[in-house]
């Protein structure tokens, strides 16, 4: 009769555990997808190189939007699949192609195994792919991207070695370097690599305000998030930012906001539709609302204004820039992004809530934050 309580207590506490334990089961879950996936990464150093090398490639093409995530990898190659295999063809074999580069000039591993030196050839692949005059599937294409993407590691490792000093990322100038100077090498005229020819503007666009489509502009969002993998498609877009958001629903949401103001800005200055729709004054100002909306910068409300403006800020870059370049046959790429988000990390304030992040400690948003907020409790406990 004694025990019988006892028992009593033990049924009770097991039946109010146990749905409390299922609850917690679905995060627990999604806490092994999402972020950057560090036990997967703990669990998989020990596992075959082959394993390795591929979650390698699949974190560099994701790293184009800062995601440091192998399944948000595998994503993006179905969005580019949908928007075009010759692409995602091109796209993949310049971040092997890199990435392996990397490991023969030896460098550091853990930056190889977080894709940091993949994805600036999975541009490279991509854009030149998309400025190649001879249309898909032109095979000897291959051995140019190859080339190029051989050098990505070089530029990286050099601008690496300049930017430390200030603690900055180098971010997609490699791409830049290596995209323009293929480009102007070959130009439109090349017998066997001729590139899309690019003419400044020349006459007045014909704006017509009532043409103005809502149903277009609300599908640029998308596309200015797909163009920074150079895709026109709202379907790839809509894939990409649900892979942003598989790794982080911070970035994913300053990747619309980013894109969004890209838009806004273009209307300000009665950019024609056509370019607004297909998505070009959108990718850069969303590269840049990520990179200072808790990515770079520990998120506040503070940095979170800073991201608006650095985004807007960037788009008016990226239209001046795409002029400036069209005199020479040049896209803009992504240089309105870099020189944007450069000047802004370089900005020195005394508010602490305008905080920049170490490159070293820098993951992704959520868990920058948390870094950020215990290195504040860390100097209000101990301010000297």
Same mark, same amino acid.
């Given at each position: 009769?004694?025990?019988?309580?006892?028992?009593? !207590?033990?049924?009770? @506490?097991?039946?109010?555990? +146990?749905?409390?334990?299922?609850?917690?089961?679905?995060? !627990?879950?999604?806490g092994?997808?999402t972020?950057?996936?560090?036990e997967? %990464?703990?669990?998989i /150093? $020990?596992?075959?190189?082959?394993?390795?090398?591929?979650?390698w490639? #699949?974190?560099?093409?994701?790293?184009?939007v800062f995601?440091?995530?192998?399944?948000s990898?595998?994503?993006i #190659?179905v969005?580019l699949?949908i928007?075009s295999?010759?692409l995602a063809?091109?796209?993949y074999v310049?971040t092997?192609?890199?990435t392996?580069?990397?490991?023969?000039?030896?460098?550091?591993?853990s930056?190889?195994?977080?894709?940091l030196?993949?994805?600036?050839?999975?541009?490279v692949g991509?854009?030149?792919?998309?400025?190649?005059q001879?249309? $898909?599937?032109?095979?000897w294409?291959?051995?140019?991207v190859? #080339?190029?993407?051989?050098?990505?590691? &070089?530029?990286?490792s050099?601008?690496?070695?300049i930017?430390?000093?200030?603690? &900055?990322p180098?971010?997609?100038?490699p791409?830049?370097?290596v995209?323009s100077?293929?480009l102007?090498a %070959?130009?439109c005229?090349s017998?066997?690599?001729p590139?899309k020819?690019? /003419?400044p503007? +020349?006459?007045?666009?014909n704006?017509?305000w009532?043409?103005?489509? @809502?149903?277009?502009?609300?599908k640029?969002?998308?596309?200015g998030v797909?163009?920074? *993998?150079?895709?026109y498609?709202?379907?790839t877009?809509?894939?990409?930012l649900?892979a942003?958001?598989?790794?982080?629903p911070? =970035?994913?949401?300053h990747?619309a906001?980013?894109?969004?103001?890209g838009?806004i800005a273009?209307?300000?200055?009665?950019?024609?539709?056509?370019?607004?729709?297909?998505?070009?004054?959108?990718?850069?100002?969303?590269l840049a609302c990520?990179?200072?909306g808790?990515?770079? =910068?520990?998120?506040?409300?503070?940095t979170? &204004?800073?991201a608006? %403006?650095?985004a807007l800020?960037?788009? *008016?870059? @990226?239209g001046?820039?795409?002029h400036l370049?069209?005199v020479? @046959?040049?896209?803009?790429?992504?240089?309105p992004?870099?020189?944007a988000?450069?000047l802004?990390?370089?900005?020195?304030t005394?508010?602490?809530?305008?905080?920049r992040?170490p490159?070293?400690?820098?993951?992704y948003p959520e868990?920058n934050r948390?870094?950020? #907020?215990?290195?504040?409790?860390?100097?209000?406990?101990?301010?000297l």
């Amino acid at each position: 009769m004694e025990d019988s309580p006892s028992i009593v !207590k033990v049924d009770r @506490g097991e039946n109010q555990i +146990s749905p409390c334990r299922g609850r917690r089961c679905l995060p !627990k879950a999604l806490g092994y997808i999402t972020g950057d996936m560090k036990e997967y %990464t703990n669990w998989i /150093k $020990d596992k075959p190189q082959v394993l390795q090398f591929i979650d390698w490639v #699949l974190r560099g093409i994701s790293q184009v939007v800062f995601v440091n995530n192998p399944i948000s990898g595998i994503l993006i #190659l179905v969005g580019l699949l949908i928007q075009s295999p010759w692409l995602a063809l091109n796209g993949y074999v310049a971040t092997v192609v890199s990435t392996m580069t990397a490991l023969l000039l030896s460098q550091d591993r853990s930056a190889i195994a977080a894709g940091l030196h993949g994805y600036n050839a999975t541009l490279v692949g991509i854009l030149m792919a998309v400025f190649s005059q001879k249309g $898909d599937y032109f095979w000897w294409l291959l051995f140019p991207v190859s #080339l190029m993407s051989m050098t990505c590691p &070089l530029f990286t490792s050099a601008l690496n070695s300049i930017f430390c000093k200030w603690d &900055l990322p180098v971010f997609t100038l490699p791409f830049n370097m290596v995209l323009s100077m293929y480009l102007s090498a %070959t130009g439109c005229y090349s017998p066997f690599f001729p590139s899309k020819v690019i /003419k400044p503007v +020349s006459s007045v666009p014909n704006v017509t305000w009532p043409d103005l489509s @809502g149903l277009q502009l609300l599908k640029s969002l998308p596309v200015g998030v797909g163009q920074i *993998y150079g895709c026109y498609s709202p379907w790839t877009g809509g894939i990409f930012l649900c892979a942003i958001l598989l790794s982080s629903p911070i =970035m994913c949401l300053h990747a619309a906001i980013g894109s969004l103001l890209g838009m806004i800005a273009a209307l300000s200055i009665s950019v024609p539709f056509e370019d607004i729709y297909f998505g070009l004054w959108g990718f850069n100002s969303s590269l840049a609302c990520i990179a200072i909306g808790g990515m770079f =910068m520990a998120l506040t409300w503070q940095t979170h &204004l800073l991201a608006l %403006t650095c985004a807007l800020l960037t788009a *008016y870059l @990226g239209g001046s820039m795409a002029h400036l370049m069209a005199v020479v @046959g040049l896209p803009a790429c992504t240089w309105p992004f870099c020189l944007a988000t450069l000047l802004f990390l370089l900005v020195t304030t005394q508010n602490p809530n305008i905080y920049r992040m170490p490159l070293s400690k820098v993951t992704y948003p959520e868990e920058n934050r948390i870094f950020y #907020l215990q290195a504040r409790k860390r100097m209000v406990e101990s301010p000297l």
